[in-house]
């Protein structure tokens, strides 16, 4: 059974930094992107932060040049550096992993870790 744990919300002033972990366990994960999702409240779940085994990386515009994702394939755990946060980036985390390839597998995600960035 897959389960992903997450690591790291909090509380910080605008300007600060946060670094999330989610641990992943259950099955091999190379063949598994990982990354994140947040959602603020009364908004839809958006991407924040995607990498693949290799190190390919991907975030959203909204984050780029402030989050930094890396990976640790051999603990099966993807890490979420957030720095110059701000006001905006308030949300509930959401870890996930899901197959490269589509159809060779499912979405999995964590229960969410709470981040809030006070102005």
């Known amino acids: 059974q897959v389960q992903l744990v997450e690591f790291g919300g909090g509380l910080v002033q605008a300007g600060g930094s946060l670094r999330l972990s989610c641990a992943a366990s259950g099955r091999t994960f190379s063949d598994y992107a990982m990354g994140w999702f947040r959602q603020a409240p009364g908004k839809e779940r958006e991407f924040v932060a995607s990498?693949?085994?290799?190190?390919?990386?991907n975030y959203a515009d909204s984050v780029k040049g402030r989050f930094t994702i890396s990976r640790d394939n051999a603990e099966n755990t993807v890490y979420l550096q957030m720095n110059s946060l701000k006001p905006e980036d308030t949300a509930v985390y959401y870890c996930f992993t899901a197959p490269v390839i589509s159809n060779t597998g499912r979405l999995y995600w964590g229960v969410g870790t709470q981040v809030t960035v006070s102005s």
């Open positions: 990498i693949r085994s290799g190190g390919t990386t």
